[in-house]
């Protein structure tokens, strides 16, 4: 994989159910993208891929999101050495989501920069509560400040 | 719950180690959602949500989106009869993406409107295939043909 461009969209069916891969990125060059961890299913983080991103997720199998807020290529882990190691990659019915389950490295294992293992480490504590409260459901796994420099 | 409208965003220390929901719905009011298999941890799509049908979702425990092609309230399975029973609302550290836990009901037990299970039922069968093949994981649950009318 050396392209940082896909196939052209083409029919509905052949989107929906065909057999190539044909990722539609939307008006600003992204494309959602789920990360699951392979061996438990828990899902580990949200990002954006573009088009040079997935190709080089798909050539160096480490994953390789968008960074929106950075407006530059981002290689999960560089910093913090939490590299994602790409096992599979799926896509939905109409191809534009994409799906990673990954092997999350790294001295912590963590994905989510505040240290956690996922960034979703809150869930509404009761859905019924109109206060919104939410409750931790895990344990920090690193200090962020002691992992990322001060830029 | 009855308000559409939740909490305004305060501060990054809050939103992100903070103890109360406080979505960010994008500037076009909407906010990513992915849904998971409550048992399995399988993803079963992704899909939006506005303030509406978060708060609708919340109060009738039926996972209700937005639908952008239709621009419309979704509940999910309401022609289907796939309803997603919502268990379990997390969402990630900058609040920006939902991550719904459902029970899949319906004759089908399908989330897909193609008759499968999960919209991902297609992975790449080769991450280093540069055709880009992709290679069907699961088979079909219902025939769209019988369970959708055409309009």
Not at 97 to 126: I, P, W
């Amino acid at each position: 994989m050396s392209a940082t461009t896909f196939p052209p969209r083409t029919t509905s069916a052949e989107i929906e159910l065909g057999k190539t891969l044909q990722p539609k990125f939307g008006s600003d060059g992204l494309i959602p993208c789920i990360t699951q961890d392979v061996a438990t299913s828990q899902v580990l983080m949200f990002a954006f891929m573009n088009a040079e991103s997935l190709a080089k997720t798909l050539s160096t199998k480490k994953a390789t999101y968008w960074s929106r807020s950075r407006n530059k290529l981002w290689v999960k882990g560089e910093e913090s050495g939490n590299v994602q190691l790409v096992r599979e990659l799926r896509t939905d019915c109409d191809q534009d989501v994409l799906l990673l389950k990954v092997e999350q490295t790294g001295a912590a294992n963590a994905s989510c920069h505040n240290g956690y293992k996922s960034c979703f480490y809150r869930k509404l504590a009761d859905l019924d509560d109109a206060a919104l409260k939410l409750q931790f459901t895990a344990e920090r796994l690193f200090d962020p400040a002691t992992v990322y420099k001060k830029k």
